[in-house]
């Protein structure tokens, strides 16, 4: 903190305007300017709070890009530029900075090691020529979990999913606000001044939560996947893993049959209320060791360690959808390369071919997942399908909850696979229509 600032009756810093010259690289001048056309309400002359040095800089990048000052205007005083909070901007303004050869000094870590670093957070590459306290406190225990024995690789990957997964949390805060609380104030009229103090008031209560939350959520989901590790590790050979390091998994793809045509009957807003409460039941009701990787769009893909349970959910959970578009499922097991949070290879490339061939309210499921299933799911088979992308056609078969009413007695291609589609009993013109 400079040495002359002050403090105000809230007891936040206050700073000269040369003082926030000196700490933004904006003139005097351009900076007295622009407080005269009243580009920072709520600010006195000369007693600069963090908040109002944060919106300095942002005026000065908008300028960059073209924006005119008489628009900059027009945009704060009808409150579409809002102004940040005082803890976050704090936060960014009163750390010490260094360089990257001094932050390289300070945690061991060499300089490509720290851009590395950055670039799997997703941060801009530009960010390691003003590093600030936070920035080399991160460093200090990544170059501890390393000296600790830590794979660097492996590491860097948890990185990537640290970023990808605060970044999408952060991106969702923000949206989240501007739709529902921001652009409401607006179309009631609120003034400048009005939607900075209730934006900020509510910003300020909220914000101190996000951490306490996001550290209790991680306690409880590394506990919850720690517990299943072991579980798996208990029920199949090599805890599921490969000899190459690949993972052994099941993987279902889920979505809605007809969707692009029920967006353009209901609009956008309606539809994307019928994937939320699609995704919604989707996550309430499967199994504790199955999880949801991702979303997009109507389509959900997940993965678990014991595919029957992922084919018994699939069976059960399209009994009792009665909502139109219908879902349709697909599920497949096989061998994956783990990276970054996510799953790859042919295996699941496969999988989300097979949800692509069933109809709304099916589940088709390939051949390891019917060998690896129980008595309490029947399975049809539909025949040898030639799926996009793939030289080798694939057995489907459609599962569904009728105890003993298997008919594929098949084990994948070749003449057991002919032997089981004979065994099928009159499924084979329906195999051609699916071709």
Known sequence: ????????????????????????????????RWYARGLFPGVADGEWTPAAIAQARTISRMRERGHSVEDLVEAVQSGRMIGYVDELANEQ????????EEASKLTGLDPETIR??????????????????DDVRVLSYLASSIESGFP??????????????????????????????????????????????????????????????????HRRYLTHYLEQEMVTHLETD???????????????????????????????????GVVERFVESVRRSIPEQARIVKTIGDEVMLVANDARSLAEWAVGFQAGQTERPLPRIGVHAGEVVYRDGDYFGREVNLAARVVARAAAGEVL??????????????????GEVKLKGFSHATELFLAHSKPGSAKAAGKGSGKKGKKSAKKGGGKSGKAKARR
Do not use: C
């Open 116 to 133: 590395e670093t950055f670039a799997a957070l997703g941060l801009p590459e530009a960010i390691v020529d003003n590093l600030n306290g």
């Open 365 to 382: 499921v390939t051949w390891p997942v019917v060998e690896a299933s129980g008595r309490a799911l029947g399975f049809d088979l539909i």
């Open 152 to 217: 660097r690789e492996a590491l860097l990957q948890a990185i990537r999913v640290y970023g990808q997964s605060i970044a999408r949390i952060a991106d969702a805060e923000v949206r989240l606000l501007h739709l529902h609380v921001h652009e409401p104030l607006l179309r009631e009229g609120a003034g400048a001044e009005e939607i900075n103090a209730q934006l900020g008031g509510l910003a300020s209560n909220v914000l101190p939560l996000s951490l306490p939350t996001m550290d209790y959520l």
């Open 238 to 272: 090599e805890g599921g893993v490969t000899g190459d390091g690949r993972l052994l998994v099941a993987i279902a793809f889920a979505d809605l049959a007809g969707y692009t045509q029920l967006t353009e009957e209901l609009g956008d807003e309606e539809a994307a």
């Open 1 to 32: 903190m400079p040495k002359d600032a002050q403090s105000s009756a809230g007891g936040e810093e206050l700073f000269t305007t040369g003082e926030v010259a000196d700490l933004t690289g904006i003139s005097a001048a351009t900076l007295r």
């Open 93 to 100: 303004l009163l750390s010490d900075r260094y360089t990257l």
